[in-house]
């Protein structure tokens, strides 16, 4: 069966502008349970695909660097393979060619549950394929027979002091779960090249079992006096054994989870988080300390930190202006916030230019579930004014509301309130993203990334600039 028609569903995407990402399989093309054996089909496939692709095109001009772009953090450039989405500026973000409510109606979701199960999503990024509830409830109950956590991990955690940033902490036992990987070993043991995503795989299967653990180990230890995460039940989907274990025992903030950890999985290759697991997993560094380097870029203000800001600046907004606030005086709040140099958290973004669909989803989830809390009134209420603030100062290429400027309301309204612990979630959710393109990155042999860099004068020089 020819991997690009396969079916109606594979060729519309082909078909679609937004089909850049891997298109390997039909929906639900195959029936195993199993996703190594169903990568373990796929991966040839597209190794050839890639292949022949490269001996035609390979010499092919895609772009032109500007001396902006240089000095601009590379923003723009094209320059790295990253399979599993594709940040488009009017769409947002697409999971291997499906849209955030694409993924909502399509990927399974719990037993009387309406937010799909990120075990789902994991799947469709491992494969490009649909997941059915079988699949999707094998991959629950593989987690949960992988998520122990070595005893030197617990101590370590058990031993740091309370000041220790939640992000510091997560991202150490990452690293020092690197004494579990298989890759490390099987590579330390001289293991055929053809084989590197086998063991990439199951470091990746183990890892993200075992995050939920050291996330609630954490949150347990600085803000519940260091009380048990209890134990891992085998018939629980991922996100209702985290938030059992963190404490949580109301459907909804499962429901909440669910979608949290799906909708912040990925968001293409070149934010900080995903491309420092490319960068380091290129080095052949195994996926522990690839992705335990992705979170200390996601512990960076500029990266996973927004969603604090945003609440920490409504949470300010409240107190100055007090409960319910007239549009007027809300517009010269943000007026008064521009002026004085500062931004609005949690609007605009680096490639969007449109409303986050991230946002939307979380705007939807809170209309049903509490639409008449004061911190979502005000949230909505910045939603219709901030956009026009915007677009009359002139300065912003998007003025909308990006996934930061929603989550932490969500979070707070169902209990928790520390906010120093909301980037640890987003990077329980970033794993499935950066993860199965790991598996995929082995797969397909990417070598070591190493760009060229340049002096200002080496620039200069190149362009035929007088230096000073």
């Not at 594979?10 to 996703?35: E, M, P, Y």
């Not at 007090?322 to 490639?351: F, Q």
């Not at 986050?356 to 979502?376: G, I, S, V, W």
Request: hydrophobic share 40%; proline share 5%.
């Amino acid at each position: 069966m020819s991997l690009l028609g396969a079916s109606r569903t594979a060729a519309r995407f082909v078909n679609s502008k937004n089909a850049a990402c891997l298109l390997i399989a039909s929906r639900n093309a195959s029936s195993s349970t199993n996703l190594k054996d169903v990568l373990a089909d796929l991966i040839p496939k597209e190794q050839t695909r890639i292949k022949n692709f490269k001996q035609q095109y390979g010499k092919t001009s895609i772009g032109q660097i500007t001396i902006d772009m240089v000095y601009g953090g590379m923003r723009g450039m094209k320059g790295l393979v990253y399979e599993t989405s594709v940040l488009d500026p009017d769409e947002g973000i697409r999971f291997r060619g499906y849209s955030i409510p694409e993924c909502q109606q399509m990927l399974p979701k719990a037993p009387s549950g309406e937010e799909p199960l990120p075990e789902g999503l994991f799947w469709l990024l491992a494969t490009g394929q649909i997941p059915t509830q079988e699949q999707v409830s094998w991959v629950s109950k593989e987690w949960a027979k992988r998520a122990a956590l070595p005893s030197h991990v617990v101590t370590m955690l058990d031993n740091f002091p309370n000041n220790l940033h939640p992000m510091s902490q997560f991202s150490a036992a990452i690293t020092a779960l690197n004494s579990e990987s298989s890759f490390a070993r099987a590579y330390a043991e001289g293991v055929n090249k053809a084989k590197y995503w086998e063991f990439i795989y199951e470091d990746s299967m183990d890892l993200i079992a075992k995050l939920p653990c050291v996330a609630a180990k954490i949150y347990r230890n600085l803000y519940r006096e260091g009380s048990s995460i209890g134990a891992i039940d085998s018939n629980l989907d991922w996100s209702y054994n985290f938030t059992n274990m963190l404490g949580y025992t109301e459907p909804q903030f499962t429901e909440l989870m669910r979608m949290y950890l799906t909708i912040h999985s990925d968001h293409e290759g070149g934010n900080v988080s995903a491309h420092t697991s490319h960068l380091v997993g290129s080095a052949l560094s195994d996926p522990y300390l690839s992705f335990s380097a992705a979170m200390n870029g996601l512990a960076g203000p500029l990266h996973g930190l927004a969603n604090q800001e945003v609440l920490v600046w409504l949470t300010h907004l409240q107190k100055e202006l007090g409960g319910e606030v007239s549009d007027e005086k809300l517009r010269d709040y943000i007026w008064n916030t521009l002026k004085s140099g500062r931004v609005v958290p949690g609007y605009g973004h680096a490639v969007l230019r449109k409303t986050d669909p991230r946002y939307t989803c979380q705007r939807e989830f809170a209309l049903k579930h509490l639409p008449n809390d004061p911190m979502f009134k005000l949230v909505s209420q910045l939603y219709k004014i901030v956009p026009d603030v915007l677009l009359e100062q002139g300065k912003a290429k998007n003025p909308w509301p990006n996934v930061d400027a929603h989550s932490g309301v969500l979070l707070q309204y169902y209990g928790m309130t520390e906010m120093n612990y909301y980037t640890v979630l987003f990077g329980v959710s970033r794993a499935l993203g950066v993860l199965s393109q790991m598996i995929w990155s082995r797969a397909l042999g990417f070598p070591l990334e190493r760009p060229k860099s340049m002096s200002t004068e080496g620039l200069m020089t190149l362009v035929g600039a007088k230096s000073g």
